[in-house]
């Protein structure tokens, strides 16, 4: 018995086995900046309306840079650090050799995004607070097994499947977050 859920385009949940299943051409694992990167670059090679899913561990665009100390900045010129052509809001109003704060960093890990969509028509779905388990092929296209992790796990979300076209496997470098070390003005 499957349900169609229309508010979110052509996926489907089946009510027996607490499965929810999705279909799209490209699924990208990592939202780090090599899934960011692999978002731009294969958006220009799908037709208008194709479905990109993107699953993550995080809860948004930017990878390691999300959980890093909040006092971040890019070590190199904040202009060679993008998706392809994708130029930076902040370009034109600071200097090319500006080294990139967090905010401005995880502002343009949102700006690229929301512009590929834009400027190519693809349905993009995210799932935020998803493992990626196993990829297989099935029939010429890849059959995906993700779980939910974390609050997304706690909240009841069930585990996705998703059947794509290509799956391209972004995971970057895999950073553990870095944490401020714990000083004491105590002797």
């Not at 779980?147 to 996705?160: F, L």
């Amino acid at each position: 018995f499957w349900l169609k859920n229309s508010a979110a385009g052509t996926h489907a949940s089946c009510k027996l086995c607490s499965l929810r299943m999705e279909t799209c051409a490209v699924c990208i694992v990592g939202a780090g900046y090599a899934g960011f990167n692999a978002l731009n670059a294969a958006s220009k090679y799908l037709p208008r309306g194709s479905r990109v899913v993107v699953v993550d561990r995080g809860h948004r665009w930017g990878g390691n840079f999300v959980d890093t100390y909040d006092y971040l900045r890019l070590h190199q010129n904040y202009q060679a650090f993008s998706a392809g052509e994708r130029a930076w809001k902040i370009s034109g109003v600071v200097p090319p050799s500006h080294l990139a704060t967090k905010d401005e960093i995880l502002s343009h890990f949102r700006d690229v995004p929301a512009a590929v969509v834009d400027d190519t028509g693809i349905e993009l779905v995210t799932l935020w607070g998803y493992e990626f388990l196993t990829s297989r092929d099935v029939g010429g296209r890849a059959e995906v097994t993700t779980r939910p992790i974390g609050s997304v796990a706690a909240a009841g979300a069930p585990p996705v499947t998703i059947t794509a076209d290509r799956v391209i496997v972004a995971t970057g470098a895999d950073v553990s977050p870095k944490r401020p070390l714990a000083l004491s003005a105590v002797a």
